[in-house]
């Protein structure tokens, strides 16, 4: 709890200050569904997208060297978690750009 307000407090003089960052947040009802979403493949993933930036779900697959259906299945299931955005290009060739806009997973867990 007393975490709580130190966080509290630190976002609040940010926000005084003009520098407040939205946090956002995103709950699954068990470990075991969290896991499900959260598979270490996936954490890969998130990883590459974060740090390699591909610009297309093809790309995405060969900096992954794993096959595209499978890349397009995980990019999916972690954008229906809320963990991956991903950008739709209409100009050109249609590609799917991926894109993670955060940092750090970060995991509580209440007792």
Do not use: W
């Not at 003089?13 to 499900?36: D, N, R, V, Y």
């Amino acid at each position: 709890m007393e975490d709580f307000f130190d966080d509290f407090e630190k976002d609040f003089e940010k926000m005084k200050k003009g520098s407040f960052e939205k946090k956002e947040h995103i709950a699954f009802e068990t470990l075991g569904l969290l896991k499900q979403y959260l598979t270490p493949e996936r954490i890969k993933l998130l990883r590459m997208i974060k740090t390699k930036k591909p610009k297309s779900l093809y790309e995405l697959a060969r900096i992954a060297k794993r096959p595209l259906k499978s890349i397009n299945r995980d990019v999916a299931v972690l954008k229906e978690a809320g963990l991956v955005e991903v950008k739709k290009n209409i100009v050109g060739r249609p590609r799917t750009k991926p894109m993670v806009n955060y940092d750090r997973i970060n995991i509580a867990i209440e007792i």
